[in-house]
């Protein structure tokens, strides 16, 4: 089976006990390790991988083909997406100083965009000007050389922004949460239509729960694909990323995508979400 995931921490430790073979049943895996904008366009086109994590912004292009499993994606509360400016910039000077501005983003089909997209028509009168999509490990550097006036960064960039000289000029997961009460939904796992949803689902919780009751079984494999992160960096974006959502969405979860679809199909940017093709 085709499986495609990011190397990042929260991912491998998550999949680790699947691609071992340490999970009975489960079809030997067939790995592709590639950052989110990567596998939002593999799922979009037609001969993508059989399992994917992708984001949950990209599922509207999707779902025809590909079904939403309800464990192993990334949800949360405190961990979303953060607005980054040079050190140089204040904070205080608040939103308004991105208006016409470059600003660097990790993917068009991200729902660390889509958030952004969102936040900046409340937030930054005028608009935003050039949007650059890069590498996520490229924009810190990018907002720190002055390639670009902002970056919007994801995953270990929480912890690891100060070492850059950077300047936190919002956090789009508390603006979320303020806004919505909702957890925010970042990354999705999703499977061909045509897997049998249930077996695809139990391999991934099986995956989920063998992480957690062997934390370190996985920790040189985390490592090996982590870019030179540190252990603890890696070990708090797993304690970050990896979370009650991660082993079942619920209740909470799928309303928390529901809500962000929807309200980003009103607003025209995503196509006319299949909610109900979500369950």
């Avoid at 340490?22 to 993508?48: F, S």
């Avoid at 980054?84 to 000077?93: D, E, I, N, V, W």
């Avoid at 960096?233 to 009650?244: C, D, F, Q, S």
């Avoid at 199909?265 to 979500?278: K, N, T, Y």
Wanted: charged share 15%.
């Amino acid at each position: 089976m085709q499986i495609a995931f990011s190397p990042c921490p929260n991912d491998t430790f998550v999949f680790h006990a699947w691609v071992h073979g340490l999970i009975p049943g489960a079809p030997k895996l067939d790995v592709t390790y590639a950052d989110i904008d990567i596998t939002n366009g593999l799922a979009a086109g037609p001969d993508g991988p059989d399992v994917l994590k992708i984001s949950y912004a990209a599922l509207p292009w999707v779902l025809d083909r590909y079904a939403l499993v309800p464990c192993g994606g990334a949800l949360g509360r405190g961990c979303g997406p953060l607005v980054l400016t040079s050190g140089g910039q204040s904070a205080a000077a608040g939103a308004s100083q991105l208006t016409g501005k470059r600003v660097a983003v990790p993917s068009e089909r991200s729902t660390a965009y889509l958030l952004f997209r969102l936040w900046a028509a409340q937030q930054v009168p005028g608009g935003v000007g050039e949007i650059a999509v890069m590498p996520f490990h490229r924009i810190m550097p990018a907002v720190q050389e002055g390639a670009v006036d902002a970056g919007l960064v994801i995953h270990e960039a929480r912890f690891t922004y100060p070492s850059y000289g950077l300047t936190m000029l919002a956090d789009l997961g508390s603006w979320w949460e303020a806004d919505t009460g909702l957890p925010i939904p970042l990354g999705a796992i999703v499977a061909r239509r045509s897997l049998d949803p249930d077996a695809v689902a139990s391999w991934v919780r099986a995956s989920v729960d063998y992480a957690w009751a062997h934390p370190e079984a996985s920790l040189s494999y985390v490592l090996e694909h982590a870019q030179e992160m540190s252990l603890d960096v890696a070990k708090a974006h797993i304690g970050l990323y990896v979370n009650e959502f991660t082993a079942n969405l619920g209740e909470d979860g799928y309303g928390a995508v529901e809500a962000l679809l929807a309200r980003a199909s009103r607003e025209g940017l995503v196509p006319g979400a299949a909610l109900g093709r979500l369950r």
